[in-house]
Every structure is written in C-alpha cells, then in structure tokens.
C-alpha cells in the first residue's frame, strides 16, 4: 500500500522568510512518482512538479526548490523568501509508475504573514 | 484553452435530493477522475473512465454513480443524498492510464448537504 505523510498540518511564517514542507512516503514500488500540488485560497489545484523515482536531482525554479532524498523517502519543498502570494496547501502526492492513482498526503497549510 | 470545466461551483441540495455534477474537458483526454475532498484532507477517488462507455470504482464509490457517454463528458451522479456527502468534488483528465502524469483538475464543485 502507498501512502503519504505530511506531518506539519499548518505552518506561518513572515513574509520574506524560508520554509520547508516535509514529506515523507511509503511505497513497495520500486518506480514511482512524486509530485506537489498548491491549492490557493480560491481552490483550485496547480501542479508545481514531478519527479521520478531514478533520478534524485534536486530542483530549483525560481523561489522553490524540491530535495527528494530515495534513502530517507522523502521529498520536501522549500521557498525561499516567500511572500503572501505563497499561502496555500500544499499537497504530496504519490503515484505508481504503471497506475494512475494518486495518493494524496493531508497537505500542509502554509500562511505567510506580511 | 479551457481544460477541465466543471458545473456548478457551488450547490445546496436538501437530504434525500438527487443531483449530477458535470464535467466537460476538451483535451480529448481518455482518462477521467472524480475525487471528493473532506476538510483538511487530501483527495480521495470516487470513480474513474478510461474512455467512453467504460468506468470504474475507486477508493470510495458509495453513493455515487457516473456514465461516461462521450470522451469530453464525466457526470456524477449522487441519488440520495446524505450529510455524509458533504464535501469538495474535483473532477480531472489524463490523456492515458501511464503513471507519471500530473492530472489535469477542473476548479471543483463545494457541495453541502444540509
């Protein structure tokens, strides 16, 4: 069975400051994928990225950076100088390489208080 | 583009009431998803189509129906609806079944049930 673990449910930080959102996943697979999700205030879901199970590079795009680590089984997200704009949830998801199920963590709730 | 489209945003439905939630994309996707998402939670599976005239359950079918008539239409249907059912209902394509892909999610219906 897959599952993901997101165990900061809320997080606030000032504008301007870092923060990371942990994840952490279970999986028997020995391809997969892993992806974050933002959900804004008005609701809707927007990728952010994914990564495969074979190729551990971290990731950076502007103000974010993923670390996806197979050793601990984990892939965090980090923003650097964030700003209002950021608060949202954030979710990790995981997938099989051969399935379209996703497994959804609980998200974390990022406020960034200006 | 206009991706996944879902309607309505927002409904009231009275205990015992019956209602379909539409669904519409123009990707000319194969696969299609219904999740339902419950406060601070991630997304669960309801049901999914990997084409026209095909649909599946997922993790939690109870109280739902759907049809899958054409490759752009995924409706839900709720029969008899239950407090229970209160919740986020999102709706999302993939153009196959391969792991991997980030889903294509429409802008959710909120739905109470009161």
């Known amino acids: 069975a897959q599952k993901v673990t997101q165990a900061q449910t809320e997080i606030s930080v000032v504008e301007k400051e870092d923060v990371t959102l942990d994840c952490v996943y279970e999986t028997r697979d020995t391809t997969y994928y892993l992806f974050w999700y933002k959900q804004p205030p008005s609701g809707e879901l927007v990728f952010l990225i994914r990564?495969?199970?074979?190729?551990?590079q971290n990731e950076i795009s502007g103000r974010y950076s993923w670390n996806f680590q197979k050793s601990t089984s984990s892939f965090n997200f980090t923003i650097t100088a964030s700003q209002v704009v950021d608060s949202a949830v954030y979710f990790c998801v995981l997938s099989g390489a051969g399935s379209y199920q996703l497994t959804f963590g609980k998200g974390t709730k990022l406020s960034v208080i200006p | 583009n206009a991706g996944v489209t879902q309607t309505p945003k927002f409904r009231i439905l009275k205990i015992g009431q019956s209602m379909t939630l539409q669904c519409t994309q123009d990707?000319?996707?194969?696969?299609m998803y219904w999740y339902r998402q419950d406060p601070g939670m991630g997304l669960k599976l309801i049901y999914y189509?990997?084409?026209?005239?095909?649909?599946d359950k997922g993790e939690v079918p109870n109280g739902y129906n759907v049809s899958r008539s054409t490759t752009e239409d995924f409706p839900l249907r709720l029969e008899l609806a239950a407090p229970s059912q209160t919740s986020v209902y999102f709706c999302?394509?993939?153009?196959?079944?391969?792991?991997?892909?980030?889903?294509?999610f429409g802008d959710g219906t909120r739905l109470s049930i009161l």
């Open positions: 189509s990997v084409g026209a005239g095909i649909t």
């Open positions: 990707m000319n996707h194969n696969y």
């Open positions: 990564r495969n199970s074979f190729d551990e």
């Open positions: 999302a394509s993939t153009p196959t079944g391969a792991g991997g892909q980030p889903q294509h």
